[in-house]
């Protein structure tokens, strides 16, 4: 029974091995590009994983488009495209920071802190103020 498990592992391995190699681009510099491209473009379903990582089926749908596209002759920022396009900017792990939510993205952690800065500087003009204005009290004779 081990003997037939080791022998349906080894089987599978092969054949996975196969479908890998066979879904590879010819060329291996066009293969390296577009693995590069797949760690950078985020999976849909999973969300927090590379398309290169995950096992998702939409992952393998988006990997073969990449591939396909390499193999056209597409540059990166073309497939960069055509899937923020498709799936909107979430897609991308680097976001372009283009219009509004760029802007968000890129200029609310700057605005947060000076915000937060003018607070502090605030509570501490009050606090000095607030010390200058007490006059001390002497103890009483009793």
Known sequence: MILLRGMFLSIAAC????TCAAQALDDPAEEARAQALM???????????PISQ?????????RARVRTMVGEGASDDE????FESRYGEFVLFRPTGKGLSGLLLWGAPFGLLIVGGLIAFGVARRRQAGASEVEPVAPEDV
């Not at 497939?79 to 055509?82: I, M, S």
Request: proline share 0%; glycine share 0%; net charge negative.
């Open 15 to 18: 054949l996975l091995a196969l």
């Open 54 to 62: 995950s096992s998702a089926s939409i992952a393998e749908d988006m």
């Open 39 to 49: 760690r950078e473009l985020r999976c849909v379903a999973c969300e927090n994983e």
């Open 79 to 82: 497939v960069r495209d055509w």
